[in-house]
């Protein structure tokens, strides 16, 4: 514990993912204070207070990757890629979500780990094999002994929503093959920092990764990173290729050109992360200048892709349904209900943004290009969106 430093504290939050009904008696929210630690010995950024895996990822989880086209095509340019060059016999995806991924593969050569039920069935319906549950050594054991081992395991945007790295790894490596990859994918801290996105952090998000804090991690497990990718989902991500020490693959050039980049960043000291944290409270005073300023020229101000993430912001920055009406998203399970902590109601996206509209807050600015060239008529019309990052301002 004497080596946890607290450096940024965004304030009473409640549970990102939990949309309450719109209409019903509004319950009493969870509430939890999100505060974000860094490692001195390990270098690795976590949430403060944390909740059970059962209490964020159940059957009324909400997250589909299928509701971006940015998802799919990223998901299907990387099965591309492990089809010519790692040709594995027996893929593993812990996460698997809505299955954006496993489609791109054979129904024979894939296993599913993905414990929000509601989630899980879509893609067992469409005939791969697929878990609910959680992801553990005895889950592990159990599938070694139906498929034995596997060659590839992938796991995007889910093992940093796991507290227990050990359990994770462990398991990991006891169905692992020999010669087996490892690929997983997050969002990037190098990203988060040089964008003052700190909407990054929320309870699900219990560990932003940059390559430093992963590689000290990994190693008490004989693992290595042999390969870089940056991606620009998500916000920017890293996608990390992992090998047993002993395995053949080679390590590229990618790794230690991406280590340098945060070394010269310093994301290994805590300075960097005291002066990140005075930037994010600069930005919430000029997020809630442009807001009061709106609402004193009396401007309809609604959201747009109804995140996580923004429930930090409207949160932190006590932006509620005072400045936004409602927020448009296209995932079903979040229309109708309200965006956690606030009263705004998420509605139907339904194929443009309403012609009373002035301000659009883009909730989902990790898609902002795609959300832009959908909304070519708005802001030919004059439209404008608000966004967070890298600093407040009207676009
Ligand atoms: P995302 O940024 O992937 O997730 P989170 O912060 O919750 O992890 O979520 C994007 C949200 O935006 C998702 O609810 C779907 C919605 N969305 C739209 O409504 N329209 C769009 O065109 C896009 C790209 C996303």
């Known amino acids: 514990m004497k080596n946890l430093i607290e450096f940024l504290d965004l304030g009473l939050q409640p549970l990102a993912n939990n949309y309450q009904k719109k209409g019903k008696k509004i319950t009493k929210e969870k509430k939890y204070k999100l505060k974000i630690q860094f490692n001195k010995k390990t ?11 059962k209490i964020m990822f159940n059957n009324k989880y909400p997250y589909r990757s299928s509701m971006s086209s940015t998802m799919l095509s990223s998901f299907k340019k990387l099965s591309l890629e492990i089809k010519k060059n790692y040709k594995p016999k027996k893929i593993l995806e812990i996460g698997s979500n809505d299955g954006s991924f496993l489609k791109n593969f054979d129904k024979n050569i894939t296993i599913g780990i993905e414990p929000c039920s509601n989630i899980e069935k879509i893609t067992k319906k469409k005939g791969f094999d697929t878990y609910s549950e959680y992801w553990s050594k005895k889950l592990a054991k159990k599938l070694i002994k139906k498929y034995s081992n596997v060659d590839l395991i992938y796991s995007a945007n889910t093992i940093t929503h796991i507290k227990n790295l050990d359990q994770v790894f462990k398991s990991i490596l006891s169905i692992l093959s020999k010669k087996g990859l490892l690929i997983i994918e997050d969002p990037s801290l190098l990203n988060c920092l040089k964008n003052n996105t700190y909407d990054q952090f929320y309870n699900e998000h219990i560990y932003v990764f940059s390559l430093i804090a992963l590689k000290n991690i990994i190693s008490k497990y004989n693992l290595e990173i042999f390969k870089i990718q940056n991606l620009n989902v998500h916000g920017g991500s890293t996608r990390y290729y992992i090998r047993r020490k002993s395995s053949k693959f080679k390590i590229e050039k990618s790794v230690k050109i991406q280590l340098n980049k945060e070394i010269k960043y310093g994301l290994n000291k805590i300075k960097t992360y005291r002066s990140f944290a005075k930037r994010v409270m600069i930005n919430k005073k000029k997020l809630i200048k442009i807001f009061n300023n709106l609402k004193s020229k009396n401007k309809k101000i609604i959201g747009y892709g109804a995140t996580a993430k923004s429930s930090t912001i409207l949160n932190y920055c006590n932006i509620k349904e005072n400045y936004i009406s409602y927020f448009l998203d296209t995932t079903k399970d979040k229309q109708n209900k309200l965006i956690p902590g606030t009263k705004i109601p998420i509605n139907k996206y339904q194929r443009n943004i309403p012609k009373d509209v002035n301000y659009v807050f883009l909730g989902a600015w990790n898609f902002k290009k795609e959300i832009f060239k959908k909304e070519k008529k708005f802001i030919s019309n004059g439209g404008k969106f608000i ?8 676009l």
Not at 43 to 53: N, P, Q
Not at 387 to 394: A, Q, V
């Open 387 to 394: 966004i967070h990052t890298p600093i407040p301002k009207i």
């Open 43 to 53: 270098k690795l950024v976590s949430i403060k207070d944390t909740f059970s895996s």
